[in-house]
């Protein structure tokens, strides 16, 4: 789980958003600014940004990057912290921003808050080195002996919540390694790179530090573990609260494990930091010992500010671990042996694990914690350890839930033991389809798992049903009883009336009178100024897949062209994240006009700071301005097409394959559509070869699972079948190529990356992260001798309403994360219409840049083959 997210759920019920909006804010009085007494005085401007509310005054002239003051606070102390940094930067006119209340200072401290940005609670702009000494050596005078989060990213002054960083004061924006937008400071050649921001501090290679932070820097290793008796040897797990490490006892060789608490850092939602989370714990397991299903503490103590506890080591396996590697779903066609022993070894694993659960009960404890990555399987599988007990509390105090895995969260009414048994009614499930973060969407949701269940596993149906009445609260139907209505209200498989539901469902959740977005979707549509609007996350791509299947959005055209006329600065230029794809999709839908100022202001800009890839880069814009240029009839939008290409050729001849990603979107197979497509129009067939490089770079960072014969890309430590970053989006362009030249490799790993869209289940059912682009990818190809495709697709398009969620009636989808509903093009509904509509009206529903494979004869289309 990527837990970015989960700061993204609060302010809605159905759909990610801003943290922002949370609402009630100002009704609850947790404004800090109200707290401080802050007055903005004459000749001062205030803008509210984000997150952030920014003082400066008027006609102030910053640089674009220098040294800058980070200032940290907890919730209690954060007005006054406030007031006392206000007065001074009122004072020297210095520029400031501040997080501007109680709810979202708690969410950047959190416990899987970004660890780079924890702790930032204000921030000072001085205008060069001499005013940053001056500034920052009076604020820790001022601020002497108040507390807050030390800020990972940042260099301490002294011992107080005074930091500095060299970095960005204006928003500027340049593409990482990963292709990601990322902000941006200027080398001393003014290119933009990525600023860099992680969970430690760290210099652009041409920064000198001054010399007023000489002192600073030599504390900075004062604490360290030598004078202990553990030695760490690696890090297991960081979280913004501290770090879990394997180390060993210097004194004796046993293995131990080291929990680390940070203090004023990784909040509880009762407000207790992870120093106060570790006591706790350790009060737990102390409350414990002599359970075999618990670790023991061997030792604890303070380092600097840092507590740290000292466990046992457990041997084992996590059952996330165990349960991924024997997952039976994971093949194309189960036999029912293999299901049959995952059951046997399912309903074993879960006696365990309500044995181990129900023992920390007898002792008058609540676990409250439980879920697939906190239990330990012994290597016999014959026992388990539950593991992390910062929730724990003491059940007679019939505590709410504290900190939860999303897909074993507890409703708000659970309290005490109810929690822990909330969670094992999950588990029962999660161990045979894992998709319990679907439930706190919908709660009706586990029933139909469990009709799922039943349906695939020889389970007795008893448990399933008593599972279900705990997640719910709803007794199971009596023998006799009328049966229930069908959950979802349509099937996806069920064209065109799901067709019909999920138009329904996109349209109903416009927000038309929102600046910021039209149709909700991903958490990218707040990560840059364009990303409301964008082709992937934003109203672009939704009005497309509208389009795609037979229907308009006026209301939406017309927003998107309101907010498309002045783009923001800092607005990228990429197709799916950025400005050429909502020209693209403005042209698609008949606004051409507007589609070529907007072309015209991309064609514009400095385009070599932009990396190769379709997503965001080179391969996306050229691919746009290429089509652009026929649709608008404009030749010079093809001559900065032709830039792109010859731009993305160097690109990847200067970029390490092994390090970089693959995939259509991000790796260099969209790369190669592009020098498809030039090719088609220019018949060079140095095009083509440029095109057969890409692909092989590609598909180096492919592996092959010798037990389905499916070639997959390798990702750190998984492998990716999908359309927008694994093996089938790379297939999907090896389909293109192979029209115009023969190929044995390409023709032999188009083969086998089929075998990797053939597998009973996907996690989520996004376009390019899960199962829509599967089928999307199914439907169009042109694999040869394959003569089960369309029994895939149907057993794909089946397989979608494992995640669909009703809403107002409708079919509808969750995003990525699967915690929240989403309807954009690339995580959510709008990409699973698209990729449905495809099996149906191929000419009019497909991805951009990838129409239909053309017959051999047919010239006048791009795919077609050249002779």
């Given at each position: 789980m990527n837990p970015e997210y989960a700061v993204y759920c609060d302010a809605d019920r159905w759909f990610y958003d801003a943290p922002r909006r949370v609402a009630g804010e100002r009704e609850r009085g947790t404004l800090f600014e109200q707290e401080a007494g802050l007055a903005l005085p004459p000749g001062w401007e205030r803008l509210d940004s984000g997150d952030w509310t920014a003082f400066s005054p008027a006609g102030i002239r910053l640089p674009a990057q220098g040294w800058k003051i980070h200032v940290s606070a907890g919730?209690?102390?954060?007005?006054?912290?406030?007031?006392?940094?206000?007065?001074?930067?009122?004072?020297?006119?210095?520029?400031?921003?501040?997080?501007?209340?109680?709810?979202?200072?708690?969410?950047?401290?959190?416990?899987?808050?970004?660890?780079?940005?924890?702790?930032?609670?204000?921030?000072?702009?001085?205008?060069?080195?001499?005013?940053?000494?001056?500034?920052?050596?009076?604020?820790?005078?001022?601020?002497?002996?108040?507390?807050?989060?030390?800020?990972?990213?940042?260099?301490?002054?002294?011992?107080?919540?005074?930091?500095?960083?060299?970095?960005?004061?204006?928003?500027?924006?340049?593409?990482?390694?990963?292709g990601g937008l990322?902000?941006?400071?200027?080398?001393?050649?003014?290119?933009?790179?990525?600023?860099?921001?992680?969970?430690?501090?760290?210099?652009?290679?041409?920064?000198?530090?001054?010399?007023?932070?000489?002192?600073?820097?030599?504390?900075?290793?004062?604490?360290?573990?030598?004078?202990?008796?553990?030695?760490?040897?690696?890090?297991?797990?960081?979280?913004?609260?501290?770090?879990?490490?394997?180390?060993?006892?210097?004194?004796?060789?046993?293995?131990?494990?080291?929990?680390?608490?940070?203090?004023?850092?990784?909040?509880?939602?009762?407000?207790?930091?992870?120093?106060?989370?570790?006591?706790?714990?350790?009060?737990?397991?102390?409350?414990?010992?002599?359970?075999?299903?618990?670790?023991?503490?061997?030792?604890?103590?303070?380092?600097?500010?840092?507590?740290?506890?000292?466990?046992?080591y457990i041997e084992g396996t996590t059952l996330n671990t165990l349960f991924a590697r024997r997952f039976p779903l994971s093949e194309a066609d189960p036999q029912p042996d293999r299901l049959a022993a995952h059951t046997e070894w399912a309903e074993r694993l879960y006696r365990l694990v309500e044995r181990a659960v129900r023992q920390v009960n007898d002792r008058g404890l609540v676990f409250g914690d439980l879920h697939m990555s906190n239990v330990m399987v012994s290597p016999d599988e014959s026992s388990v350890t539950l593991l992390d007990f910062e929730a724990a509390a003491p059940a007679e105090e019939n505590q709410r839930q504290v900190v939860a895995n999303p897909a074993f969260v507890a409703p708000a009414d659970r309290r005490g033991k109810a929690i822990d048994r909330y969670a094992l009614a999950c588990l029962r499930l999660a161990l045979f389809v894992p998709l319990t973060t679907l439930f706190p969407l919908d709660r009706a949701k586990a029933g139909h798992l469990a009709e799922i269940i039943a349906d695939r596993y020889p389970v007795r149906r008893e448990l399933l049903d008593q599972a279900v009445a705990e997640i719910t609260g709803i007794p199971p139907a009596p023998a006799g009883a009328p049966e229930r209505p069908a959950y979802l209200p349509v099937r996806p498989d069920d064209w065109p009336a799901s067709r019909d539901s999920l138009v329904r469902a996109v349209l109903g959740s416009a927000t038309p009178l929102r600046d910021d977005r039209f149709f909700p979707g991903d958490i990218a549509q707040f990560s840059s100024p364009c990303g409301g609007r964008s082709f992937g996350y934003g109203t672009a791509g939704v009005l497309y897949?509208?389009?795609?299947?037979?229907?308009?959005?006026?209301?939406?055209?017309?927003?998107?062209?309101?907010?498309?006329?002045?783009?923001?600065?800092?607005?990228?230029?990429?197709?799916?994240?950025?400005?050429?794809?909502?020209?693209?999709?403005?042209?698609?839908?008949?606004?051409?006009?507007?589609?070529?100022?907007?072309?015209?202001?991309?064609?514009?800009?400095?385009?070599?700071?932009?990396?190769?890839?379709?997503?965001?880069?080179?391969?996306?814009?050229?691919?746009?301005?290429?089509?652009?240029s026929r649709l608008l009839g404009e030749e010079a939008l093809q001559k900065t097409a032709l830039r792109c290409a010859e731009l993305t050729a160097r690109r990847l001849s200067g970029t390490s394959a092994e390090n970089a990603r693959a995939g259509l979107l991000h790796g260099a197979s969209g790369a190669a559509l592009l020098f498809i497509r030039l090719y088609e129009c220019h018949q060079d067939t140095a095009l083509l070869d440029a095109a057969a490089t890409a692909l092989r770079r590609d598909l180096a960072r492919c592996v092959r699972d010798e037990d389905r014969g499916a070639l997959l890309v390798r990702e750190a430590r998984r492998t990716m079948p999908y359309l927008g970053g694994g093996s089938v989006g790379i297939g999907t362009v090896l389909d293109d190529y192979l029209l115009h030249r023969a190929d044995e490799e390409f023709t032999t790993a188009r083969a086998e990356i089929l075998q990797a869209a053939r597998s009973s289940f996907y996690i989520q059912p996004g376009l390019f992260r899960g199962v829509a682009g599967l089928i999307l990818h199914l439907a169009r190809t042109a694999t040869p001798g394959d003569d089960g495709l369309r029994e895939d697709v149907r057993r794909l398009?089946?397989?979608?309403?494992?995640?669909?969620?009703?809403?107002?009636?409708?079919?509808?989808?969750?995003?990525?994360?699967?915690?929240?509903?989403?309807?954009?093009?690339?995580?959510?509904?709008?990409?699973?219409?698209?990729?449905?509509?495809?099996?149906?009206?191929?000419?009019?529903?497909?991805?951009?840049?990838?129409?239909?494979?053309?017959?051999?004869?047919?010239?006048?289309?791009?795919?077609?083959?050249?002779k």
């Open positions: 919730p209690d102390n954060a007005g006054t912290v406030l007031r006392k940094a206000a007065e001074y930067c009122f004072a020297q006119r210095l520029a400031f921003k501040f997080v501007p209340s109680r709810y979202l200072l708690h969410i950047k401290n959190a416990k899987y808050a970004d660890r780079a940005g924890s702790g930032k609670f204000l921030t000072v702009y001085p205008e060069d080195e001499r005013r940053c000494e001056d500034s920052a050596r009076e604020l820790d005078r001022l601020l002497a002996g108040e507390e807050g989060p030390y800020i990972l990213s940042d260099l301490r002054w002294g011992d107080g919540p005074v930091h500095l960083r060299y970095g960005a004061f204006a928003r500027r924006y340049c593409h990482a390694d990963d990322v902000p941006a400071v200027a080398d001393p050649e003014g290119k933009l790179v990525p600023d860099p921001r992680g969970p430690a501090f760290r210099l652009p290679e041409w920064v000198t530090p001054p010399e007023f932070l000489a002192p600073h820097l030599a504390a900075r290793s004062a604490d360290s573990l030598a004078d202990l008796p553990y030695t760490v040897e690696r890090a297991l797990h960081f979280s913004n609260g501290g770090g879990v490490y394997a180390a060993r006892d210097r004194r004796t060789g046993r293995p131990v494990v080291l929990k680390e608490g940070r203090p004023h850092a990784g909040l509880a939602a009762d407000g207790a930091d992870a120093v106060a989370r570790l006591r706790r714990e350790q009060q737990a397991l102390e409350r414990l010992d002599g359970l075999d299903c618990v670790p023991r503490v061997l030792d604890s103590f303070t380092l600097g500010e840092h507590y740290f506890m000292v466990l046992e897949a509208l389009q795609s299947a037979g229907v308009r959005c006026e209301e939406g055209e017309e927003w998107l062209l309101r907010r498309s006329k002045e783009p923001e600065s800092g607005s990228p230029v990429g197709f799916y994240d950025g400005l050429s794809g909502v020209a693209w999709a403005l042209a698609r839908l008949g606004h051409r006009t507007a589609a070529g100022e907007l072309a015209d202001l991309v064609a514009r800009q400095p385009l070599d700071g932009l990396n190769a890839d379709l997503h965001s880069g080179l391969a996306g814009v050229g691919l746009s301005l290429l089509e652009l398009a089946e397989l979608l309403a494992w995640h669909a969620i009703p809403r107002q009636g409708e079919l509808a989808f969750p995003g990525e994360q699967l915690s929240r509903l989403s309807m954009d093009l690339s995580t959510g509904t709008a990409g699973c219409l698209l990729a449905l509509g495809s099996v149906h009206r191929p000419d009019r529903a497909h991805l951009p840049f990838l129409p239909p494979l053309r017959r051999p004869t047919d010239r006048s289309q791009p795919g077609a083959e050249s």
